[in-house]
């Protein structure tokens, strides 16, 4: 065997620039290890968010959608049963404002005294600590909108955060085109065209948008011109006790 002259009492080992290399080396792979741990886990966080959003997202257009279905409409001059909307924006999204009169329970909580019956319900986007979100007011079904006082109607609720935007297009049958116009102020829109806006927790990245043509099978009374209940009296022929009066229900009429 031959051995080191120079240095007869040597052992086997490394040099200072072998160590070098070394440690760039593991240094580089840390680096890369990190880099696909962070991008994993911030498309995590991302999938996340999305998920959220869409669970908020399906959720508000599900409960609009069982509003508007369970809608509810009468032709009457103080325009109790009307539908009226407000165009908005807020934050760069849509942010329309809808009322109408509905039976659904949608958007209310359970011990609402008006989850059980015909009630007017509003939907808007307000102000949540310095964030846009959907709220929904409740108030009774036989209120003028436009006179109720203050004390009829709830507490707005706080539907979602998430949610950020609104927006509501009705069908015009003549240009056979969506319009953001609505001139009557004694009807129920037969078609509308709904959008739910979800914004993402980064406020970079574009938002969910949720799209749903919603027929409402209550317009149909707008052109029949259906009439609610009336109620008339008529005088009935006195009695030994006295004198009497009797009424009686009439039904809808076209």
Do not use: C
């Not at 659904?104 to 307000?126: Q, T, V």
């Amino acid at each position: 065997m031959k051995k080191n002259r120079l240095h007869p009492n040597r052992k086997p080992g490394f040099t200072l620039i072998e160590l070098l290399v070394a440690l760039v080396v593991m240094t580089i792979a840390l680096s890369i290890a990190y880099s696909a741990f962070t991008g994993t886990l911030r498309g995590w966080k991302r999938g996340m968010e999305v998920i959220d959003g869409i669970k908020h997202g399906d959720f508000a257009m599900t409960q609009l959608v069982s509003a508007l279905n369970s809608a509810i409409y009468f032709y009457n001059p103080r325009k109790t049963y009307a539908f009226t909307f407000e165009k908005n924006s807020s934050g760069g999204l849509p942010a329309d404002s809808i009322s109408f009169v509905t039976s659904s329970g949608a958007f209310m909580p359970a011990d609402s005294p008006f989850a059980k019956g015909p009630h007017r319900i509003n939907l808007f986007i307000d102000d949540e600590n310095g964030a846009p979100a959907l709220f929904a007011t409740t108030m009774p079904a036989i209120a003028n909108a436009e006179e109720v006082e203050d004390d009829f109607i709830e507490e707005p609720v706080l539907v979602s955060t998430i949610v950020q935007g609104l927006e509501i297009l009705f069908w015009d049958e003549e240009n056979e085109d969506w319009t953001e116009e609505w001139e009557p102020e004694n009807s129920l829109p037969a078609r509308v065209l709904l959008t739910v806006f979800v914004q993402p927790e980064d406020s970079d990245d574009e938002p969910i948008e949720f799209n749903r043509v919603i027929e409402i099978p209550a317009a149909s009374s707008v052109k029949e011109k259906l009439s609610g209940p009336t109620i008339s009296g008529e005088s009935a022929n006195s009695t030994a006790g006295g004198s009497g009066r009797t009424t009686t229900v009439s039904p809808p009429t076209k």
